[in-house]
């Protein structure tokens, strides 16, 4: 059976297949894949109903606010302060501790929500961003949802723009940027099966780094 002792963070362009990408590298390894799940399981942490995690889930607030969750994290989101906080801290800090706990229960792939930047310390996570050309996304978005290709260049940008702007905000690294990931792939050119088995070599390879140190 094909094993790992790695946490996998995948972020991802949308429409680049980084979902799916993330769904076959857990099935690969027998291990779970958290995307949407993870906001669920923050939800029942947390107390806090899972459509204010849906509707906040990857959207940047401003940079006055942030400043002011930065400052509350550093004492523990769960402090006496917590319930005077606005909910888009709330969501985060939530979802942070999320993240943390699920990769404390070993092995797993998470997708998107800046789960490479809570996880920068484990020395076991393995970060990864899956991009593509815009029109193949275009064409793989419009296929797969039955929309024109400027509807689906529409979606792609939104979606591109807030994930971006979420991850820039929450982060002190660049979304998309080479030296905020270990591994950062091509699906366009490679195509999803293909991505998906390079992850997976990649993933390999740092599974014996680890063991070899």
């Known amino acids: 059976m094909n094993s790992t002792s790695s946490i996998i963070t995948i972020g991802r362009e949308y429409g680049s297949g980084g979902r799916q990408i993330g769904q076959e590298v857990a099935k ?32 940047p607030t401003n940079s006055f606010l942030y400043s002011l969750v930065m400052d509350t994290y550093s004492f523990g ?25 699920l990769a404390g229960e070993g092995p797993c792939v998470m997708v998107g929500r800046c789960a490479d930047y809570a996880l920068a310390d484990w020395n076991d996570c393995f970060s990864i961003f899956v991009h593509a050309d815009l029109d ?64 997976i070599e990649s993933i390999k390879i740092f599974d014996r780094t680890k063991i070899s140190k």
Do not use: V
């Not at 888009?88 to 501790?97: P, R, T």
């Not at 193949?136 to 039955?146: D, L, P, Q, T, V």
């Not at 002190?172 to 050119?189: E, F, H, Q, V």
């Open 28 to 59: 690969y390894f027998g291990i779970k894949c958290y995307d949407k799940e993870l906001l669920e399981h923050a939800a029942n942490d947390s107390g806090i109903c899972k459509e204010l995690f849906e509707h906040h889930d990857e959207k």
């Open 136 to 199: 193949w996304r275009i064409n793989r978005i419009a296929s797969k949802h039955g929309k024109t290709p400027k509807e689906a260049k529409d979606m792609i940008t939104k979606t591109d723009k807030s994930r971006a702007s979420y991850y820039n905000y929450y982060t002190n690294k660049k979304w998309g940027a080479a030296r905020s990931y270990n591994l950062c792939i091509d699906s366009g050119k490679l195509g999803i099966d293909y991505a998906t088995e390079a992850i």
């Open 77 to 101: 989101y769960s402090s006496s302060g917590f319930s005077d906080m606005p909910m888009n801290h709330k969501i985060f800090l939530a979802q942070f501790d999320a993240i943390k706990k």
